[in-house]
């Protein structure tokens, strides 16, 4: 086998791919952060349940304005991560080509 072939000129240049990459990986860290928001969310939720007595009305009483501010901007970046990979796909078609 004769590795000496040179390689095809790719049409994307390498400002174009770090871009990308910069792009996916802060959508990325977007939707880890998310994901640590819920889980503190959730624990938060939990804990106020727990201590109530598994009493439902007053979680939702107990809970300040800003946990349900981390829920929603939670929920809100969990769509990071079909945006990440997207641009991760972008990246494989310009490397393919």
Known sequence: MSYDKTPESLDATAPQLTALFRKAAVLFAAYFVGLLYLLFFALHFLGVLYDSGFSLATPFKE???YAWMI???A???LGAKKEAKEQLDKI???LSQ
């Open 92 to 94: 494989q078609e310009l």
């Open 75 to 77: 929920l809100l970046t």
């Open 63 to 65: 809970t300040p304005w």
């Open 71 to 73: 829920l929603s901007f």
